[in-house]
């Protein structure tokens, strides 16, 4: 039998392992012009710099952000 005690400090550290494992991003260098994603199990931000379609007179890149939490948009802002 665990005091109330040792099962309080068992159950915090339980929530924090399982937070740093939720938490934690994983950087991913995307192939599309430089855009860079962090990753994790929960959120993903994304800093988009990708080649756009030649045009004369618009920017040769796209650029802008993007933040999903649980694999819904919840900000996008580009320059297109």
């Known amino acids: 039998m665990l005091g109330i005690k040792k099962r309080k400090l068992l159950i915090s550290i339980t929530i924090l ?3 740093v ?3 934690t991003p994983i950087r991913m260098n995307l192939k599309d012009g430089g855009s860079v994603r962090y990753q994790s199990l929960v959120y993903e931000v994304t800093k988009i710099h990708q080649f756009a379609p030649a045009a004369d007179g618009v920017k040769p890149y796209i650029d802008g952000f993007e933040v999903k939490i ?3 948009t919840v900000y996008r802002q580009t320059n297109e």
């Open 17 to 19: 392992l399982a937070l």
């Open 21 to 23: 494992v939720l938490l």
């Open 70 to 72: 649980l694999g819904v």
